[in-house]
């Protein structure tokens, strides 16, 4: 089997991901840092590994863990081996962190933030419509980034004031580039950080995720304190992450398809639609990391041995031909149906789904309807990623707003 390293630049994320589809729907890949694993590449052979119980998360399954080959200053460490949370159990762990989370994110209680996030929207509007006209914009920076960073930090209780701070450590906990010697210091930090977070709502509790987790570890539901500060980082890396992603993607999307943007600013597509074909065609997540077997697992009519990494390629799988036929490379906003997995599949689906659909539902109707003129202020093929083997996100994505509506022409 042909081995594909994974460019840790992620100068062409598209034609990366068909190279793995063209692997079949296991292909033999090595992370930055030439750490070797496999990818699954099909989204039926997906689906099913993402159910099968002889996949678990246990990073002690894992050959290279066990026999000392993978540093702890890997650029990617902490994502291979982010301490106790849901993301790192199995089974009864699983359901029992899960379930308190789950509980948390409903699509009730979620569309209960409504509110919240038109508010936090408009307020976004109002800063892009101050500045000078005719000048391009970095819409990541200034509409897509703090939207979904305050939506989170306010469900989880998290003071705005930690929010640079936050931005500086998770550049670093995702970035392949991240010199080694960093790494263990910045997920010191990380751990301080959130620790000191939890500490403080345990002193002075409010009406938040948090909260709730340290009431529920008080009251029967045995959470350690190394899973309250865990399940923090990780609801607000995702949190905030998969949602920036979306929006930009969703953009660039319609900029780049400029028939289906008229329609869908015409009313004729809706933004359901064009949503969810952003996270079938163009997902946030390009790969999740990782997944180990206990045993010889089958996949299609290769083998995924026993003890080896596994991860799953949602760039890849997205774009599969034999779940969404010949079309499969084509963005289309009007796709029926539209069966992605790009949040996940099974226990493992993501718990946030609903509020990055809630947040990209709401920002972006608002964006549009406040700069129907918007453009993009560079060629689309000017755009570049970031060094994010795990995220599909760009450096930038600048524009030119165009006369806000309402405006002075």
Known sequence: MTRIALDPFVRDLDGESAALRAAGPLAEVELPGGVHVYAVTRHAEARALLTDSRVVKDIDVWNAWRRGEIPMDWPLIGLANPGRSMLTVDG????????????????????????????????????????PAGEPVDLKAEFAYPLPMNVISEL??????????????????????TPPEEVPQMMADLGTLFTKIVDGKRANPGDD????????????????DEEIVNTLQLIIAAGHETTISLIVNVVEALQTHPEQRKKVLNG????????????????????????????????????????????????????????????????????????????????????????????????????????????LAVPASELRNKPIVTQNDLHELPVKLGCPFGGDA
């Open 92 to 131: 009864a762990d699983h359901r029992r962190l899960r379930t308190l989370v789950a509980q948390a994110l409903t699509v009730r209680r979620v569309e209960r933030l409504r509110a919240g996030i038109e508010a936090l929207t408009n307020a976004s509007l109002e800063k892009l419509a101050a500045l």
């Open 156 to 177: 989880m209780g998290v003071d705005a004031a930690d929010h640079p701070r936050l931005k500086e450590l998770f550049e670093k906990f995702f970035s392949t580039q």
């Open 209 to 224: 995720l948090t909260s709730a987790l340290i009431a529920a570890s008080e009251n029967g539901d045995h959470l350690t």
């Open 268 to 375: 004729e597509i809706g933004w359901d639609g064009v949503i969810e074909e952003t996270l079938r065609w163009n997902t946030p997540t390009s790969h999740v990391l990782i997944r180990f077997a206990t045993e010889d697992i089958e996949v299609g009519d290769k083998i995924l041995p026993k003890g080896e990494g596994l991860i799953i390629s949602f760039g890849a799988l997205g774009r599969d031909e034999e779940q969404y036929g010949p079309t499969a490379g084509d963005f289309d906003a009007t796709r029926t149906p539209n069966r992605h997995i790009a949040f996940g599949h099974g226990p493992h689906v993501c718990p946030g789904a609903a509020l990055s659909r809630l947040e990209a539902g709401i920002a972006l109707p608002a964006l549009y309807e406040r700069f129907p003129e918007l453009d």
